[in-house]
């Protein structure tokens, strides 16, 4: 069986006994590199670690994708009330955006129109 890649990560100083300030620390980093069951702990632990972290990615993922979904949709409408001849303040108003958000999309689509 490969050893997990935990085991050959190097712990300066901590993992030879001689250097090591407690004997129950030592004892425990002694069990859980070498024996199968510290082994099997550390994997268990690590899996949820990563599948933790994988977690909270995926979600911040998510709500950052709708978080720019929503604001794409808002400039569209913004382009669109614009074309209908409304203020800025009024399509901001309906956006629920800021006037100055407005005005920069406004700038932006009629630099891309000359």
């Known amino acids: 069986m490969k050893a997990p890649f935990f085991l050959a990560i190097p712990l300066p100083g901590c993992y030879d006994k001689k250097k090591m300030h407690s004997k ?4 425990r980093v002694r069990e859980l590199k070498e024996t199968q069951e510290g082994v099997d702990f550390m994997c268990r632990e690590m899996d949820a670690i990563y599948n933790e972290g994988e977690k909270r990615g995926r979600a911040q993922g998510v709500a950052e994708g709708l978080a ?6 808002a ?7 614009a ?8 399509i901001a108003e309906a956006a629920k955006v800021s006037v100055n958000l407005v005005q920069e999309w406004l700038s932006g689509s009629r630099s891309l129109a000359k």
Do not use: F, I, P
């Open 24 to 27: 129950v620390l030592a004892d």
């Open 68 to 73: 720019a979904g929503e604001m794409k949709k």
């Open 75 to 81: 400039k569209e409408m913004a382009l669109s009330l």
């Open 83 to 90: 074309d209908m001849g409304l203020s800025a303040e009024r």
